[in-house]
């Protein structure tokens, strides 16, 4: 099978014709990392660069995440632990106090169409919720967003937390929303900032690269 | 299905600046000044030609009567077209009213080099820049040089920058010259790249320009190049630059009088050369600055001068030559960026049919094609607003904020796909975030213009190869034919 077809389907964004492929490759047994690593993460790769280039926009770039979400929902379970690609585990949340979703949710999927399993907390999460899902998920990445500058200081406090939990060092925090800033990121000890939607994944990746 | 009865829909915005009333008023204002004062016309067969028509004549001196001016508004074509030469109907112009077209203006002496970006005289490959940048900018509907070429023979600046433009850009150029010999070359070009007389005449590709001088004096070239294009059905502007202050009253009803005046004996002698040609109206309407004595391409009184010229002209049921995007700085700047949007905004709204001046600095003394590339973002925007706000049980979009409901997103609904790509996309304005941004090189919007325009510069190739052989060796002839007419002229 030619896995330049699987790119360009999820490309185009269409997520019942690409879980389609995505299952009839497995079915005609090539194997599931060779789907992800030739097929799903190169057309990913690529309509990031098309938003970037200013080739696609935002409600397109989602289409691509969702399709490429439910096919890694599919295809997950067959992966191997250690197959490169296979991103890992991030759980994300907005803090508490704070009801806004749809910075965090765009993040969310970016996430999942970068490879990553997600746990999406939801909204208004206390911070005994994010250190209870860090240490059951034990996710790579947290993930966490505030919009008021009321409830900018609880990510401050959930690291705090994961500190007096003893497992500060499991994980890497990634913080956003609008008012948050590279200077407070750094300010309250997170790991990354992710200045949007559409960059939080390069910012991570290139992050765990370097690691 | 009838959706609706007896509903009134409002497609664009609605400005106006002048009444009903007081626009027959200003009517009036201009037959009275055509037929008790007349205008001075420098050319012993237009006076001819008005005299057979029934004006009164007294040396230079011609008046005209109601009926003469009446008898030829009533003959003035209500929609014209005019056509690239390469057949690419996007491209195409349609002359009728409230249909804009934006482009730059003709003749300043100098350029802002595009290298150095320093003030020189303007060379015959500035022409050749200004064609292919806006070939490529999307909202130029027309195209002008910005200067006049001061490295070719003495005489021959029009015949050269037509010669070169026009293989350079397949938007319809508005020309002009000097001499009604000048006319006829260019005119023959026309022809070549049209691939006959014929079918020019069915579909011409380019406009021309000329002016009056305010205030009412036609001089011998002005209306002997009128009547040229008139004859040949050269679609044409014959529109003044009048002085508020200066040339015509300091009051804007004045200025309007005058100028509407003027331009009239262009649009009479027209129509009476060759009945149904088209002829644009309007020009630069601005005023005096009483301070340094400089006529303001920058003014506030130009947006609004303009914009009531454009209600007179449309009652005439003549289309508008109308002025915007233009400044008095020296140098791309705040007040360059100001002055454009202003006056941008005001034309499109005013819908006048061609405005001009895109690209004037300094007081229409020097053509900078940066600011032209600017502009053209300027009147993106503008466009946005122009376009008004569509109301239609599609648009109002109930079912789909039933289906979202509260606290959800519209971001993956089919709805948001179907009209997002409707929001304006800046191509200059930056939008990034500040991390982003800085990035980038952190970028000034004077930056951001020099890119785009130097990008253009060296890789807008244009439709130069695309020019036939037969239209190209033809253009070369006519320009070494217009070589030895001027040797001839001495």
């Not at chain 1, 994010?130 to 990510?155: C, D, Q, W, Y």
């Not at chain 2, 202050?245 to 027209?270: D, K, N």
């Given at each position: 099978m030619d896995l330049s077809r699987i790119s360009e389907t999820l490309i185009s964004g269409k997520a019942d014709e690409l879980k389609k492929m995505v299952e009839e490759a497995v079915n005609d047994d090539v194997n599931p990392s060779d789907i992800l690593n030739q097929g799903l993460l190169p057309g990913m790769d690529a309509v990031g660069q098309k938003w970037k280039a200013g080739d696609m926009f935002m409600p397109e770039v989602l289409r691509c995440a969702k399709a490429m979400s439910s096919a890694m929902d599919y295809l997950r379970p067959k992966l191997k632990d250690d197959d490169i690609g296979n991103a890992g585990t991030?759980?994300?949340?907005?803090?508490?106090?704070?009801?806004?979703?749809?910075?965090?949710?765009?993040?969310?999927?970016?996430?999942?169409?970068?490879?990553?399993?997600?746990?999406?907390?939801?909204?208004?999460?206390?911070?005994?919720?994010?250190?209870?899902?860090?240490?059951?998920?034990?996710?790579?990445?947290?993930?966490?967003?505030?919009?008021?500058?009321?409830?900018?200081?609880?990510?401050?406090?959930?690291?705090?937390?994961?500190?007096?939990?003893?497992?500060?060092?499991?994980?890497?925090?990634?913080i956003g929303g609008a008012p948050v800033t590279d200077d407070f990121a750094k300010e309250i000890g997170a790991d990354l900032y992710g200045p949007n939607a559409g960059t939080a994944v390069g910012i991570a990746r290139e992050y765990f690269q370097k690691k | 299905m009838i959706e609706r009865t007896n509903y009134k829909e409002q497609q664009t915005p609605y400005f106006e600046v002048l009444s009903e009333d007081q626009k027959e008023r200003i009517f009036n204002g201009m037959m009275r000044t055509l037929q008790y004062t007349g205008a001075n016309v420098h050319h012993e067969k237009a006076r001819e030609l008005f005299k057979k028509a029934g004006c009164k004549v007294d040396g230079v001196r011609v008046y005209f009567p109601p009926e003469v001016t009446l008898n030829a508004l009533s003959t003035v074509p209500p929609v014209t077209e005019v056509f690239p030469w390469n057949g690419n109907r996007s491209k195409k112009i349609i002359i009728e009213k409230k249909r804009s077209y934006f482009g730059p203006g003709p003749t300043p002496p100098n350029f802002i080099d595009t290298d150095t970006l320093e003030r020189r005289k303007y060379l015959r490959k500035d022409a050749n820049i200004v064609a292919r940048v806006c070939d490529a900018l999307p909202n130029m509907g027309y195209v002008q040089s910005l200067g006049s070429i001061s490295d070719v023979t003495n005489g021959l600046a029009d015949v050269y920058e037509f010669a070169d433009m026009v293989r350079n850009t397949t938007t319809p150029i508005m020309s002009w010259s000097f001499t009604r010999e000048g006319c006829h070359d260019i005119h023959r070009m026309g022809i070549a790249m049209a691939g006959g007389e014929e079918e020019f005449k069915q579909r011409p590709n380019?406009?021309?320009?000329?002016?009056?001088?305010?205030?009412?004096?036609?001089?011998?070239?002005?209306?002997?190049?009128?009547?040229?294009?008139?004859?040949?059905?050269?679609?044409?502007?014959?529109?003044?630059?009048?002085?508020?202050?200066?040339?015509?009253?300091?009051?804007?009803?004045?200025?309007?009088?005058?100028?509407?005046?003027?331009?009239?004996?262009?649009?009479?002698?027209?129509?009476?050369?060759?009945?149904?040609?088209?002829?644009?109206?309007?020009?630069?309407?601005?005023?005096?600055?009483?301070?340094?004595?400089?006529?303001?391409?920058?003014?506030?009184?130009?947006?609004?001068?303009?914009?009531?010229?454009?209600?007179?002209?449309?009652?005439?049921?003549?289309?508008?030559?109308?002025?915007?995007?233009?400044?008095?700085?020296?140098?791309?700047?705040?007040?360059?960026?100001?002055?454009?949007?202003?006056?941008?905004?005001?034309?499109?709204?005013?819908?006048?049919?061609?405005?001009?001046?895109?690209?004037?600095?300094?007081?229409?003394?020097?053509?900078?094609?940066?600011?032209?590339?600017?502009?053209?973002?300027?009147?993106?925007?503008?466009?946005i607003i122009e376009k008004g706000v569509e109301v239609n049980e599609k648009t109002l979009a109930v079912d789909v904020i039933d289906n979202v409901g509260p606290g959800g997103h519209y971001l993956y609904e089919d709805h948001t796909m179907d009209h997002f790509r409707d929001h304006w996309m800046p191509t200059l304005m930056d939008r990034n975030s500040y991390e982003e941004w800085d990035k980038l090189g952190r970028k000034t919007m004077k930056e951001r213009i020099i890119d785009k325009t130097r990008d253009l510069i060296e890789n807008y190739e244009g439709p130069r190869s695309k020019v036939s052989e037969k239209a190209d060796s033809e253009i070369e002839k006519i320009l070494q034919e217009a070589e030895r007419r001027i040797k001839s002229e001495g």
């Open positions: 991030m759980v994300i949340g907005t803090v508490a106090g704070d009801l806004h979703d749809i910075g965090k949710d765009l993040v969310a999927m970016m996430f999942e169409g970068a490879g990553y399993k997600v746990i999406n907390l939801g909204i208004d999460q206390s911070n005994e919720n994010f250190i209870n899902a860090v240490k059951e998920h034990k996710p790579k990445l947290l993930g966490m967003s505030a919009l008021l500058t009321t409830t900018m200081p609880r990510m401050g406090e959930v690291i705090n937390s994961l500190k007096e939990a003893g497992i500060r060092d499991q994980v890497t925090v990634i | 380019y406009i021309f320009y000329g002016e009056p001088i305010s205030p009412l004096v036609s001089d011998f070239h002005a209306i002997d190049k009128c009547m040229y294009c008139a004859e040949h059905r050269i679609p044409q502007v014959y529109s003044p630059c009048a002085i508020g202050g200066g040339t015509v009253p300091a009051t804007h009803a004045g200025q309007i009088v005058v100028a509407l005046s003027e331009s009239m004996v262009g649009v009479i002698a027209a129509q009476l050369m060759s009945p149904g040609t088209c002829v644009i109206i309007g020009g630069v309407q601005s005023i005096l600055d009483m301070r340094y004595s400089v006529y303001s391409y920058g003014a506030p009184e130009l947006s609004l001068l303009s914009a009531a010229m454009t209600e007179m002209v449309h009652y005439c049921n003549l289309p508008m030559y109308s002025t915007a995007g233009c400044t008095d700085t020296k140098k791309m700047d705040i007040q360059s960026a100001m002055e454009a949007s202003l006056s941008i905004n005001a034309a499109m709204m005013s819908g006048a049919n061609f405005v001009h001046d895109c690209g004037y600095t300094e007081s229409g003394l020097t053509g900078d094609v940066f600011q032209t590339v600017m502009d053209d973002e300027i009147i993106g925007m503008a466009r």
